[in-house]
């Protein structure tokens, strides 16, 4: 256990939970971190080919209004045998959840839980990726569309960032259900592209 995570199993809502939730991925011999604000479980994968030893994410604890979750970084090269893992929204593509709410549920799924942990520890070692969306096949919104054409500057800038920040900003855009929050959403990224900065950067 990791001090500097304590804090995250003292919430008020799904304690419970969570320490079950803690106890359950330790017992797989992962690695606990603090990243992004909240408990995230790494491996050490041995150096292959005179490459480096690195530390890869495996799963991660977070908290929600509804309910908490395990969120699997592959989890979308898990079998899902027993149909538990969860896409959030159509744009993730690599990352699927399993979520509780309540603390019968967690300790139920225990034995299946920790099986797809150590199923997902396999997938790193074997060094296994998910295949991502090119940029190209993501839409582009309107409302973004007709800055670019009007705009070459901003073109030029958009074209030139590595594609992760542009599909970072694309989905970003396409997020918003109404017109008027995309342009807004639009106008506010313009100065951070024309710099050749990603969205959250």
Known sequence: MNPKVDFYFRKEKWQKELEQLRKIILDCGLNEELKW?????TLAVPHVQGKAARK???????????????????????????GILIQQ???????????FT???EVVKLKPILKAYIFEAIEVEKAGLKVELKKTAEYSVPEEFK???????????????????RQRGYLFYFSQA?????????VEKCIPQILSGKGFDE
Not at 57 to 82: M, P, Q, R, S
Not at 89 to 99: D, G
């Open 37 to 41: 604000g909240a408990p995230c479980y």
């Open 56 to 82: 890869s994410n495996i799963v991660l604890i977070h908290v929600f209004k509804e309910y908490c979750a395990v969120l699997f970084f592959k989890g979308a090269l898990l079998k899902d045998t027993e």
């Open 89 to 99: 929204t159509e744009n993730v593509q690599s990352a699927r959840q399993v979520r």
């Open 102 to 104: 309540n603390v019968r």
């Open 146 to 164: 007709k800055k670019l054409d009007k705009n070459a500057a901003l073109k030029k800038a958009f074209h030139a960032l590595t594609p992760g």
């Open 177 to 185: 259900k109404l017109a008027k929050t995309r342009e807004s959403r």
